[in-house]
């Protein structure tokens, strides 16, 4: 029989073994645990089916209809555990640890291989989550204009030994109105705070973490409540770079992207740029004069930015000014501020 672990036990558990969310593959994209493998025991279909019968009929000829769907796939389950097999030992968990997570324990363990489930199943890990957020760390927020090259400052300072959490690369999405570009499909929300929770959890609090100065919503991915407070509590470090510098590298980013890519994205801002504005940027892509739209649009991100800069009490900004776009030198400056 399986033995039932705690969520802490089997996330520490999970460092050295595979985890099976024996969840329909719905359940599994609407989000899980960070790394596991989804080996369902239903078909989404199935598990409508079962769940109707239940509702309609009771357990026991749910339970019936459930065996006659899993009895022919048994022997695929345990080749499937053979492929992913690395210790000979699985972690297994469906929604709240009960009959899926035993049942394919139970399958696997008659082949051979050992089994651990979750108690409580992937509802405790949403819990563990969900609380993970208040828990107080060092926060440090990198600060700039649209165009000072804040991620790649940040893979610096991570590179010189600074913790941090890369927010946008969670969200696949940079943050403003160009930020889909060349990124793939948002995570759901439910996902993207696992993995959130996941990063947070590797972070030292007694150490700076640095993150990039965000809007709560980074496209359709939301900032948990309590990490955000936390982020707007902390100190601002703010990297400051002259325009032209600014451009030029907005350019080298998003110039790569096509025309008809940029001009939607200056459509998503048109009602902060206005009718006129707006028709100047999309005429300057057009042309290729991909400078001049990117310096239309810098008007509203820059008026955005210095608004939200003032409402920070002063002492908890601290400004740097550079004259150029080097990554190495400002991460080794800013990292020193006091």
Known sequence: MATAVNINEFLSLAQSHPVIDVRTPDEFNQGHIVGALNLPLFTNEERKIIGTIYKQKGKQPAV??????????????????????????????????????????????????????????????????????????????????????????????????????????LAHHKGSSFGSLGEVAQRSQEQFENELSFQLSKINAERKCWVENESRKIGRNILPEGFWNQMQEAMVVSVSLPKEIRLDYLVTEYGVFTKPELT???????????????????????????????????????????????????????????????????????????
């Open 64 to 169: 019936l209809e459930a065996l006659g769907m899993v009895g022919p796939k048994l022997q695929d389950y345990v080749k499937q555990g053979i492929l992913l097999n690395r210790t000979n030992t699985f972690l297994v968990h469906c929604w709240r640890g009960g009959m899926r997570s035993s049942s394919m324990a139970w399958f696997l363990e008659t082949y051979g291989f050992k089994c651990i489930v979750l108690k409580g199943g992937y509802k405790t890990y949403r819990k563990k989550v969900l609380d993970s957020f208040s828990e107080q760390k060092n926060i440090v927020v990198l600060g700039g204009r649209t165009g000072s090259g804040k991620t790649i400052i940040l893979n610096e300072l991570q590179r010189q030994g600074e913790q941090i959490i890369d927010l946008e690369n």
């Open 264 to 338: 939607d994205a200056a459509n998503r801002i048109a009602k902060r740029l206005g009718g006129v504005q707006t028709k100047r940027a999309i005429e300057a892509i057009e042309l290729g004069d991909f400078k001049t739209a990117f310096d239309i649009c810098l008007f509203y991100y820059d008026k955005t930015y210095g608004f939200g800069e003032e409402r920070r009490p002063k002492e908890k900004l601290r400004i740097y000014e550079f004259s150029e776009l080097n990554a190495e030198h400002i991460a080794a400056t800013i990292k020193q501020y006091k």
